[in-house]
């Protein structure tokens, strides 16, 4: 596992297709903004741990991802 640190706005690079920005931090929160391709499901980790049968609709798109990520800010 690689461990960054990173500030409120600054930003990681995954491949040539998604960067995850740090938008916000307070207290042990950390609030993210991911550029991705719509086709990459995005998904919290620990939805992934308790398998159902309508796991597809975890999914989030990436446009509605980042529409929360503002409405948030």
């Known amino acids: 596992m690689l461990v960054l640190s990173r500030k409120s706005g600054e930003s990681i690079r995954l491949g040539d297709d998604i960067v995850l920005t740090v938008t916000r931090t307070?207290?042990?929160?950390?609030?993210l903004a991911i550029e991705a391709p719509r086709d990459i499901p995005i998904r919290r980790a620990e939805l992934d741990s308790k398998p159902e049968p309508n796991s597809a609709k975890r999914s989030v798109s990436v446009n509605r991802l980042q529409d929360y990520?503002?409405?948030s800010a």
């Not at 307070?26 to 609030?31: A, E, F, S, T």
């Open 69 to 71: 990520l503002r409405r």
């Open 26 to 31: 307070k207290g042990n929160r950390v609030q």
